[in-house]
């Protein structure tokens, strides 16, 4: 079974400023999906980006990028230009692009990190 | 589009009573949904993989009699908790992929039940 590992259970930015979360796995799969979630108070699930494994270029959405290390099994993801509304728990998770069941199809969710961004 | 309804957000039963919860894919059909718990402060946990017209797969540790899933519809799944208990607290979310082997899940929001 994949694993999916953030170390930092806490981040903490200044608006405008810089931060990177964390985010490892462990697979045997060699091709799969990477996702980072966003979760507000509200505990709504925001997908923020997605990465295909077979895809060398790292994915970008607006002020969120990733840095994709598949020989590390290594996901990070940097929040540019933080605003206030990036405060929530962010999840990374994995899915497998083949599986023998539907089940296999299911994101398998790290611990998430909690962001506080201050003013 | 992709839009994925929950239903109730919120509800409070008492210990011993069973509580329904209802998951709509509102503009999509959806042959298979995800139903996740997620204790406070924690990870989202995969409960199990809820199939249109077929018996639903549930995860190691999960209780099939606990939590009964029913997929009548290619847009309707449903979680019923029997015999609540207050460990079953906890905040209830299901998902769905606007097509099956998408590789983005659309989440509904989410339903906390508390069981007194």
């Known amino acids: 079974a994949q694993t999916v590992t953030q170390s930092q259970p806490e981040m903490s930015v200044q608006e405008a400023e810089t931060v990177t979360l964390s985010c490892t796995y462990d697979?045997?799969?060699?091709?799969?999906?990477l996702f980072w979630y966003k979760q507000p108070p509200s505990r709504q699930m925001i997908l923020v980006i997605r990465?295909?494994?077979?895809?060398?270029q790292n994915a970008t959405e607006n002020r969120f990028s990733v840095n994709f290390q598949k020989a590390a099994k290594s996901f990070s993801l940097k929040i540019s230009d933080s605003q206030l509304g990036d405060a929530a728990m962010y999840f990374c998770?994995?899915?497998?692009?083949?599986?023998?069941?539907?089940?296999?199809?299911?994101?398998?969710f790290g611990k998430g990190t909690s962001l506080l961004v201050t003013p | 589009g992709a839009v994925v309804s929950q239903h109730p957000s919120w509800v409070i039963c008492k210990s011993g009573t069973s509580v329904k919860i209802e998951c709509r894919s509102l503009?999509?059909?959806?042959?298979?949904m995800f139903w996740y718990r997620q204790f406070p402060k924690q990870s989202l946990m995969l409960m199990a993989t809820?199939?249109?017209?077929?018996?639903?797969?549930?995860e190691q540790g999960v209780e099939k009699d606990k939590f009964l899933i029913n997929h009548a519809s290619l847009t309707l799944s449903t979680l019923t908790v029997t015999s609540a208990h207050p460990e079953d607290s906890s905040f209830y979310i299901c998902?769905?992929?606007?097509?099956?082997?998408?590789?983005?899940?659309?989440f509904g929001a989410g339903s906390r039940l508390t069981v007194l």
């Open positions: 998902s769905a992929p606007y097509r099956l082997g998408a590789n983005v899940l659309t």
């Open positions: 697979t045997s799969e060699s091709d799969y999906y």
């Open positions: 990465q295909e494994a077979y895809k060398q």
């Open positions: 998770a994995y899915r497998s692009v083949y599986a023998h069941s539907n089940s296999g199809y299911a994101l398998n």
């Open positions: 503009d999509f059909q959806a042959t298979t």
């Open positions: 809820s199939n249109e017209g077929s018996k639903a797969t549930y």
